[in-house]
């Protein structure tokens, strides 16, 4: 069972980055979502965490999206 499981993981990403980049992206929309969402209800607060948040995951796709030199 550990090796199917092995194996699928492998076949999906070699390196498992494609999978960072798609979870980057999705957290970032998600805490940009929250943000947003908290502006509109007034949550100055919750707004700056979510951005924060989403600041993070911007950054984390840029770092695996630059090109290398």
Do not use: W
Not at 3 to 15: G, H, I, L, V
Not at 18 to 42: H, M, P, V
């Amino acid at each position: 069972m550990q090796n199917q499981r092995t194996r699928t993981s492998k076949s999906a990403s070699r390196d498992g980055s494609t999978n960072k980049i798609n979870n980057a992206k999705t957290n970032y929309q998600r805490y940009l979502e929250r943000a947003q969402d908290a502006l509109r209800s007034g949550n100055l607060v919750e707004a700056e965490n979510c951005y924060q948040h989403a600041e993070h995951y911007f950054r984390t796709l840029n770092n695996h999206t630059a090109p290398s030199h």
